[in-house]
T-cell receptor, first 112, second 108 residues
Framework: GEEVAQTPKHLVRGEGQKAKLYCAPI?????VFWYQQVLKNEFKFLIS????????ETGMPKERFSAKCLPNSPCSLEIQATKLEDSAVYFC??????????FGSGTRLTVV | ELKVEQNPLFLSMQEGKNYTIYCNYS?????LYWYRQDPGKSLESLFV?????AVKQEGRLMASLDTKARLSTLHITAAVHDLSATYFC????????FGAGTRLTVKP
């Protein structure tokens, strides 16, 4: 399709529960990016993939966060043992090298 | 590490006035983006600036890029209420790094 599809749109988790977010990039786009937007509006880069390989993971928290992009499956971002500060909107973007990001509509994660 | 600084963070304007949002970045990059985000929505691409001296205009918005100064500007001409949103600049260097955003409010 011609849009980056993120699911679910909203996710509520209790502290300590696992959260898993999904992103289907635009067909033919080989790069996938995850960003975290917290209430103060800043976009924090988390991780990027080139196909199923991690391209840059310098923004990923060392603990509790993991991500995958497997062939023929949506990409996923998983947070183990969520904390209150993980509450944010998580955006996925895809691109076809060398530039031209398309962003998904985001998943709003609320940890209570 | 690439750093992107955007200012001002908040901007309240009267309709009909002009203003400029600034975006400085710390390392060499030849691709700079401007996005608009409405509350609760995703990012809408406004401009992609690819080379030094690039200038692009769409309606009341005009963006420019000076790669030597590592500076981009987003100029708003004769603001209208519909322009109220948060505007982000972003610089691409392997991945895209964002400024903190400028929350623009245009008052009648």
């Amino acid at each position: 399709g011609e849009e980056v599809a993120q699911t679910p749109k909203h996710l509520v988790r209790g502290e300590g529960q696992k959260a898993k977010l999904y992103c289907a990039p635009i067909k033919g786009h080989s790069y996938v990016f995850w960003y975290q937007q917290v209430l103060k509006n800043e976009f924090k880069f988390l991780i990027s993939f080139q196909n199923e390989n991690v391209f840059d993971e310098t923004g990923m928290p060392k603990e509790r966060f993991s991500a995958k992009c497997l062939p023929n499956s949506p990409c996923s971002l998983e947070i183990q043992a969520t904390k209150l500060e993980d509450s944010a909107v998580y955006f996925c973007a895809s691109s076809q090298s060398p530039y031209g990001y398309t962003f998904g509509s985001g998943t709003r994660l609320t940890v209570v | 590490e690439l750093k992107v600084e955007q200012n001002p963070l908040f901007l309240s304007m009267q309709e009909g006035k002009n203003y400029t949002i600034y975006c400085n970045y710390s390392t060499t990059s030849d691709r700079l983006y401007w996005y608009r985000q409405d509350p609760g929505k995703s990012l809408e691409s406004l401009f992609v600036l690819l080379s030094n001296g690039a200038v692009k205009q769409e309606g009341r918005l005009m963006a420019s890029l000076d790669t030597k100064a590592r500076l981009s500007t987003l100029h708003i001409t004769a603001a209208v209420h519909d322009l109220s949103a948060t505007y982000f600049c972003a610089v691409e260097n392997n991945d895209m790094r964002f400024g903190a955003g400028t929350r623009l409010t245009v008052k009648p």
